[in-house]
């Protein structure tokens, strides 16, 4: 999770700190032994896994949290065919977003077993609810490629055709407690940390 390190508006080439203390990213450049904001905006730092942290500048429409590769993320289901699910990410976290960020499952990304026969219409449908993973970085144009092959990954909250909210009764398969219907789905064994009281 990336946050706001300074509050305070930088200009270029202001100095961030030594080289020593962080990892150049996105927004700096390092020079003489230090690294310097190439262009205005505010200071991001975050951990990456690596020994030092990675110190960013973003302009002030970037300067909220974004999702991160091994995020958990909850989206929306916008529209599905036979190769993959779009989405719009709505939360990293238990932190919604500002802005509504785009997002792609693959259909080898939807199980970790059994990826070939993996049919898209029995695990998700538009207006679904889904926890899934972060597994690579977009952009503006592209979209956030997300998995949900893990048992605490996949859809969270469905609603039938009979308009009510479905409870999970396997994990491929929900059920609408006013028709007894049941419709599949790639169910998530969700975990209480993402519970809400």
């Excluded at 065919?81 to 919604?96: A, D, E, Q």
């Excluded at 960020?101 to 070939?116: M, P, Q, V, W």
């Excluded at 490629?145 to 396997?170: F, K, R």
Aim: with cysteine; net charge positive; aromatic share 6%.
């Amino acid at each position: 999770m990336a946050l706001i390190e300074k509050p305070q508006m930088l200009i270029l080439g202001e100095r961030l700190c030594s080289i020593d203390d962080c990892i150049a990213g996105v927004g700096t450049y390092s020079r003489h032994g230090y690294i310097l904001a190439s262009l205005a905006g505010y200071v991001l730092k975050k951990n990456e896994g690596e020994v030092l942290p990675v110190i960013s500048v973003v302009r002030e429409t970037e300067a909220q949290l974004l999702p991160d590769v091994g995020a958990i993320v909850t989206c929306k289901v916008t529209s599905i065919n036979p190769r993959f699910v779009k989405v719009h990410i709505l939360y990293v976290g238990s932190t919604p977003l500002k802005d509504k960020f785009r997002g792609t499952i693959r259909k080898e990304d939807i199980r970790a077993t059994e990826k070939d026969k993996v049919e898209i219409y029995k695990s998700f449908r538009p207006g679904d609810i889904v926890l899934s993973k972060v597994i690579s970085l977009g952009d503006v144009q592209s979209n956030y490629l997300l998995t949900t092959a893990e048992n605490e990954l996949g859809v969270v909250v469905a609603y039938s055709e009979a308009g009510a909210q479905m409870v999970p009764i396997s994990w491929c398969e929900m059920q609408c407690p006013r028709t007894h219907a049941k419709e599949f789905r790639k169910v998530a064994r969700v975990q209480p940390e993402y519970l809400q009281a």
